[in-house]
């Protein structure tokens, strides 16, 4: 065989979608596996969104549309990001995307080229530094702590900062950690970029899901400081339900969107019609269910981190945001007699084997030592899973005092 592309191996292939695909290859094989894993919610698409979808077919409205999306949805997104953030995006300045992921790229095709550097935080959803690397620019990534609930700090990105620096990426609420970054950490960041000219992609895919009232009006942050440079992506999977439907979307000057526009008219087109239909009444009806399934995952998280704390060995905190646990599983790895597991991703495949627990180890997103849990799954599979979770550390892991002795 020929060989391939060299920047095939450069890449890795998504490994927060890897859990899933093994998860279903294992209940395709009849095995019953309890999916912590997988980072998407378990709830069906609201009914108004299903109708609308089911209307746009018997419209037949089943063709090609713009590739930036039709104007209803361009315009139904920048009514949103007016209504929950004040700030103003006109039609030009709006594309449609498959997922917030497609935005993403299509920003760091349009952006970043060999031989700039783009700062992230880590842990970090794997998908963001891999397609800075498929944009032949180099990820820096900086680095957050379990000790201080995994802060972005404004100090530590700006810190990382060279002649190079061609765009800082902040996502927040953060996958995998569920920290949110403070307004005044964005605007010291987005008055650096200002003055230096580097651009800021603000990946708001969990914008929805944040169980506190804490102020977190960042794109109004950025349009006061650094307007011109920003780039805000959001998506229609996580508020909604919709991950199956491919959403998504990128706000920014209309230069930015006609290149993104460029990019995505060359590799998928259009989102599919259907979807597009779907997301307008998603984003323009009653955001009651949003509320209602916000509700939901923060019992989940409360009842979760209580089960958790059964084992001191379970490090975890409160995520702030987004609906995964973060789980500090070093004092299991260090506890474990010789010959057991020394790793998260070991901790993670022996979970799999022994209990049928999916859970994504934290090398997924360059955080080895801890495990992520997705609770974005019913309560019964929580308390399920949790249960085995401990049964499964209890048997494996040295006794708890000989871990809090260390
Ligand atoms: N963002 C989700 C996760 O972290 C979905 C998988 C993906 O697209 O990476 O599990």
Redesign the pocket.
Same mark, same amino acid.
């Given at each position: 065989m020929a060989r391939l592309a060299e920047r095939t191996t450069r890449i890795a292939g998504?490994a *927060?979608?890897a859990v *899933?695909a093994t998860v279903d290859r294992l209940r395709r094989a009849g095995v019953e596996v309890l999916d912590f894993?997988?980072?998407?919610p378990d709830f069906a698409t609201p009914d108004a969104v299903k109708a609308a979808a089911h209307t746009a077919l018997d419209q037949d409205f089943t063709r090609y549309t713009a590739v930036s999306g039709i104007a209803e949805l361009k315009r139904a997104i920048g009514d949103r990001y007016r209504a929950d953030y004040g700030v103003d995006y006109a039609d030009s300045e709006v594309i449609v995307s498959a997922g917030g992921?497609q935005a993403l790229f299509n920003a760091a095709l349009s952006l970043f080229g060999p031989g700039d550097e783009v700062i992230t935080h880590a842990p970090c959803? /794997? *998908?963001l530094p891999e397609q800075i690397k498929l944009a032949d620019a180099s990820p820096v990534l900086v680095r957050t702590h379990a000790e201080d609930g995994f802060a972005i700090g404004g100090r530590a990105i700006l810190d990382a900062i060279t002649p190079r620096t061609r765009g800082i990426i902040i996502n927040s609420p953060c996958? /995998?950690t569920g920290a949110l970054i403070t307004e005044d950490d964005l605007a010291s960041i987005a008055d650096a970029a200002a003055r230096q000219g580097i651009w800021v992609i603000l990946d708001l895919?969990y914008e929805k899901l944040i169980y506190d009232a804490v102020p977190h009006n960042l794109p109004a942050v950025l349009a006061r400081r650094c307007r011109d440079l920003t780039v805000l992506c959001g998506s229609a999977s996580k508020a909604y339900a919709m *991950?199956g439907w491919r959403c998504g979307w990128a706000l920014a000057p209309a230069p930015v969107i006609a290149a993104c526009g460029a990019i995505q008219s060359h590799s998928t087109s259009n989102v599919s019609s259907i979807t597009q239909k779907a997301a307008v009444a998603a984003l323009t009806g009653s955001q009651e269910t949003v509320r209602a399934m916000l509700d939901e995952y923060r019992t989940r998280r409360d009842n979760l981190w209580q089960w958790l704390s059964a084992d001191p060995r379970l490090r975890c905190r409160k995520p702030a945001g987004a609906f995964y646990m973060f789980i500090d599983v070093g004092d299991v790895l260090s506890g474990l007699e010789p010959g057991g597991f020394r790793t998260s991703t070991e901790f993670a495949q022996a979970l799999l084997d022994e209990s049928r627990v999916a859970v994504?180890p934290g090398e997924a997103f360059d955080a080895p030592g801890f495990i992520r849990i997705?609770y974005a799954t019913s309560m019964e599979t929580l308390r399920e899973g949790t249960e085995r979770l401990l049964a499964f550390v209890a048997a494996h892991a040295a006794p708890i005092r000989r871990a809090a002795a260390g």
């Amino acid at each position: 065989m020929a060989r391939l592309a060299e920047r095939t191996t450069r890449i890795a292939g998504s490994a *927060t979608m890897a859990v *899933t695909a093994t998860v279903d290859r294992l209940r395709r094989a009849g095995v019953e596996v309890l999916d912590f894993g997988a980072g998407e919610p378990d709830f069906a698409t609201p009914d108004a969104v299903k109708a609308a979808a089911h209307t746009a077919l018997d419209q037949d409205f089943t063709r090609y549309t713009a590739v930036s999306g039709i104007a209803e949805l361009k315009r139904a997104i920048g009514d949103r990001y007016r209504a929950d953030y004040g700030v103003d995006y006109a039609d030009s300045e709006v594309i449609v995307s498959a997922g917030g992921k497609q935005a993403l790229f299509n920003a760091a095709l349009s952006l970043f080229g060999p031989g700039d550097e783009v700062i992230t935080h880590a842990p970090c959803w /794997p *998908t963001l530094p891999e397609q800075i690397k498929l944009a032949d620019a180099s990820p820096v990534l900086v680095r957050t702590h379990a000790e201080d609930g995994f802060a972005i700090g404004g100090r530590a990105i700006l810190d990382a900062i060279t002649p190079r620096t061609r765009g800082i990426i902040i996502n927040s609420p953060c996958n /995998p950690t569920g920290a949110l970054i403070t307004e005044d950490d964005l605007a010291s960041i987005a008055d650096a970029a200002a003055r230096q000219g580097i651009w800021v992609i603000l990946d708001l895919c969990y914008e929805k899901l944040i169980y506190d009232a804490v102020p977190h009006n960042l794109p109004a942050v950025l349009a006061r400081r650094c307007r011109d440079l920003t780039v805000l992506c959001g998506s229609a999977s996580k508020a909604y339900a919709m *991950t199956g439907w491919r959403c998504g979307w990128a706000l920014a000057p209309a230069p930015v969107i006609a290149a993104c526009g460029a990019i995505q008219s060359h590799s998928t087109s259009n989102v599919s019609s259907i979807t597009q239909k779907a997301a307008v009444a998603a984003l323009t009806g009653s955001q009651e269910t949003v509320r209602a399934m916000l509700d939901e995952y923060r019992t989940r998280r409360d009842n979760l981190w209580q089960w958790l704390s059964a084992d001191p060995r379970l490090r975890c905190r409160k995520p702030a945001g987004a609906f995964y646990m973060f789980i500090d599983v070093g004092d299991v790895l260090s506890g474990l007699e010789p010959g057991g597991f020394r790793t998260s991703t070991e901790f993670a495949q022996a979970l799999l084997d022994e209990s049928r627990v999916a859970v994504t180890p934290g090398e997924a997103f360059d955080a080895p030592g801890f495990i992520r849990i997705s609770y974005a799954t019913s309560m019964e599979t929580l308390r399920e899973g949790t249960e085995r979770l401990l049964a499964f550390v209890a048997a494996h892991a040295a006794p708890i005092r000989r871990a809090a002795a260390g």
